[in-house]
Antibody
């Protein structure tokens, strides 16, 4: 079964850090771009970052540039999002998604990140 | 700043047809933006419906179809069912840099 499972969410204080992980199974992870998408409570979806198959290209939405880092470990079939200098507006459910044909064809169940003192 | 526009809400009767649209605050949507559509019910992850304008994702019933209508991307639901009541999001591919932008979503009510 093709599956993505996120972990690592939780409550963190403003200015703090958190590292999200996404484990992939059921497909050849190293063959696909991968993406993080987030959704603030009661709000719409927002593309956050993506990474090329070999990690050589990475792109970020302006609001997280310089604070978030996307990475992957193809040997472990895992995608990561290192989030530093967290702000209240980063509070959201974070989804990892497989990128295929200029779209997101497989989604994880999401992990909640809450930034609050 | 690119803004992708969607109707905030829409209503359709059971068995009816509804077309949701996805536009740009400045300019026209074309196939070059590779529009995609996602369905989301409360508390659930999004589900992919349509990609590259009009290709249905695996397992998606053929009553969901995508197209370009005028200067917008469109998602048409034919023969709406009660379980189609969801939020629908479109996404447009902007190219490298800021790769994708989602629309604000349309809340579809079936009644």
């Amino acid at each position: 079964e093709v599956q993505l499972v996120e972990s690592g969410g939780g409550l963190v204080q403003p200015g703090g850090s958190l590292r999200l992980s996404c484990g992939a199974s059921g497909f050849t992870f190293s063959s696909y771009w991968m993406t993080w998408v987030r959704q603030a409570p009661g709000k719409g979806l927002e593309w956050v970052a993506n990474i090329k198959q070999d990690g050589s290209e990475k792109y970020y939405v302006d609001s997280v540039k310089g604070r978030f880092t996307i990475s992957r470990d193809n040997a472990k079939n895992s995608l990561y999002l290192q989030m530093n200098s967290l702000r209240a507006e980063d509070t959201a459910v974070y989804y990892c998604a497989r990128t295929n044909w200029w779209a997101f064809d497989i989604w994880g169940q999401g992990t909640m990140v809450t930034v609050s003192s | 700043q690119t803004v992708v526009t969607q109707e905030p809400s829409f209503s359709v009767s059971p068995g009816g047809t509804v077309t949701l649209t996805c536009g740009l605050s400045s300019g026209s949507v074309s196939t070059s933006y590779y529009p995609s559509w996602y369905q989301q019910t409360p508390g659930q992850a999004p589900r992919t419906l349509i990609y590259t304008t009009n290709t249905r994702s695996s397992g998606v019933p053929d009553r969901f179809s995508g197209s370009i209508l005028g200067n917008k991307a469109a998602l048409t639901i034919t023969g709406a069912q009660a379980d189609d009541e969801s939020d629908y999001y479109c996404a447009l591919y902007m190219g490298s840099g800021t790769d994708w932008v989602f629309g604000g979503g349309t809340k579809l009510t079936v009644l």
